[in-house]
Structures are given as structure tokens and as C-alpha cells.
């Protein structure tokens, strides 16, 4: 499988892409209750963004994702962490995955990846996987650097548009449509769905978006590295106007529980 999370793309986005602020991380411990009993899997872990915050309030955590460039700089990353397995899998792999585990997976999150995987068939599967009170959850990290609503947001935009000749619409899931059907279908696999929200604003520089914009393209639209400083010069030169680059930024969290009396 090939989904271009590769090469210097797995770098960009190791380099560039925001982790998680502590209280994401609290939420799903008291969403889940987890304690150092429990086993979590992070799948489309990436480079580790969830992962390895969560790996210190569990007693291990399975980092799966399909992708081995991502898996090996999470690996780095992780230098010297003796709680985190880094597995080469899909969503698809989750029920064998969770027959291993047993009675100690306490939550399956999933990370600004969801658009990528059957999510009704997982959500059916971890209702039958998770122990009481453990369940899914599926966080998002702020809206694409190029569909906020700011004025160098728009520019972004333009500029992307008119480079890669094409309309920029994806939303990777973050949507309220794509939101409200996950909800729907956590409720329909039999899980208690809640949402928690963290907010919060950071500046970026130029080079933090032209990062996060080669972290988000398929390996084979990232520019040429000659081609690199010419499009991070334009690119500066378009959004200069409309400094500076605050992003307002919204981490949703929405669990879906197994009850805990069953
Ligand atoms: C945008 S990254 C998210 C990384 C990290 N979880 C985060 O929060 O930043 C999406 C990840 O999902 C992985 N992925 C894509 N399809 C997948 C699937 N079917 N099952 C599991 N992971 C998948 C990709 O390889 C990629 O590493």
C-alpha cells in the first residue's frame, strides 16, 4: 500500500506537524479510564505524535501503521522508550491484533487518520475487542494549514491552488459532516459517543507552513530540493501581507465507550 507517507514526506512530517497539548492526552486517560494495566493501540500512529505522550500513562502502547518511513522515525523519536511496539498493520489488522491483547486493551486511538480506514467495520471491532469502559478515539489536530478561516490561510490556499493546478479541498476528516457520521457510527457499533475539545493559538513561521505543506503532499508533488527555495520565497512573499500567522488551533476528541456494566 502506498499512500505517499514516505521518503522526505515521513521526515517533513516528523519535522513539522504538530504534537498534542497534555490536556488531549488527559482526556482520553479519564475518557477511558486507562490505568498502567492497559494496552492501547495508536493506529495510524505516524511518526508518534499520540503514541509516545500516551505510552507514560499506560503500560504499553502498539504504534501500527502501514507506512514503514513513518514507523522508523517514530522509532527514533522514541529513543530509549521500553513501553511502545512499532508495527507495520492497517486498520484492517486490528482484530487480530486485539485477539493478541486480549482483555487488557483499554482504547484504540486514531489520529488525524480515520479518513483512511474502514470506520465502521473498526468501530464494530473494537466494540467486541475493547474491555468495559475502554472503546475508540478519534482525535483531530486543527484544521488544515490551508482551510482556516484567516486571511493568510486564504493565501495558502491561492497560492497551493494556482501551484499544483488543482482546488484544495480536502478536509481529512476534520469537517462537521465527516464528524457527525462518526458519531453516528460509534452509536450504531454499540459505543457511548462524547466529544471533548482543546483549544488553544500559535504563530508559525514560513517555514513551519511551508513544512506542514510538504508534510501533507504525496511524496511525488513534494518540490525538487532546487526547486525548494524559490517556492518558499514566493510562497513568503504571498502570505506577507497577512502576518502574523496565528492559528487558532482545535483538538476534538470524540470517544466512543463500551459501557462498563456489560
Ligand atoms: C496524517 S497521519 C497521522 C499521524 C499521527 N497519528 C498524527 O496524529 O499526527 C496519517 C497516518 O495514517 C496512516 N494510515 C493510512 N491509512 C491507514 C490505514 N488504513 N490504517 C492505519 N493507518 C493508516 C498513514 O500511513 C499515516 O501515517
Redesign the pocket.
Known amino acids: 500500500?502506498d499512500?505517499g507517507?514516505r521518503g522526505e514526506v515521513a521526515d517533513f512530517?516528523h519535522r513539522f506537524?504538530r504534537g498534542?497539548p497534555p490536556a488531549v492526552i488527559d482526556s482520553l486517560v479519564a475518557a477511558f479510564e486507562l490505568t498502567s494495566d492497559d494496552v492501547v493501540v495508536?493506529?495510524?500512529?505516524?511518526?508518534g505524535?499520540?503514541t509516545l505522550p500516551i505510552a507514560e500513562r499506560v503500560r504499553s502502547v502498539v504504534g501500527?501503521?502501514?507506512?514503514p518511513d513513518?514507523l522508523l522515525r517514530g522509532r527514533s523519536a522514541a529513543n530509549g522508550v521500553a513501553n511502545v511496539s512499532w508495527m507495520i498493520?492497517?486498520?484492517?489488522d486490528l482484530p487480530a491484533l486485539g485477539r493478541l491483547i486480549g482483555g487488557r486493551l483499554g482504547a484504540v486511538t486514531?489520529?488525524?487518520?480515520l479518513h483512511?480506514?474502514r470506520h465502521e467495520e473498526l468501530f464494530h471491532a473494537v466494540a467486541s475487542l475493547a474491555r468495559p469502559g475502554g472503546g475508540v478515539a478519534v482525535?483531530t489536530?486543527g484544521t488544515p494549514l490551508w482551510q482556516q478561516d484567516t486571511a493568510w490561510s486564504r493565501a495558502l490556499r491561492g497560492y497551493l491552488e494556482d501551484w499544483l493546478g488543482s482546488k484544495v479541498t480536502n478536509t481529512?476528516g476534520t469537517d462537521d459532516a465527516s464528524q457527525r457520521r462518526y458519531r453516528d457510527s460509534l452509536t450504531a457499533a454499540g459505543l457511548e459517543p462524547a466529544v471533548v475539545s482543546v483549544d488553544y493559538a500559535d504563530e508559525l513561521s514560513v517555514e513551519q507552513i511551508v513544512g506542514g505543506v510538504y508534510s501533507a503532499l504525496p511524496v511525488d508533488r513534494v518540490p525538487a530540493p532546487e526547486q525548494r527555495p524559490g517556492f518558499a520565497m514566493r510562497l513568503g512573499e504571498v502570505l506577507q501581507p497577512h502576518g502574523p500567522y496565528v492559528e487558532q488551533v482545535r483538538v476534538t476528541v470524540l470517544t466512543g465507550r463500551i459501557r462498563s456494566g456489560r
Open positions: 500500500m499512500l507517507f512530517y506537524r498534542y495508536d493506529l495510524g500512529c505516524g511518526t505524535q499520540l501500527m501503521d502501514p507506512e513513518m498493520g492497517s486498520d484492517a486514531v489520529g488525524q487518520a483512511w480506514m482525535v489536530n481529512c
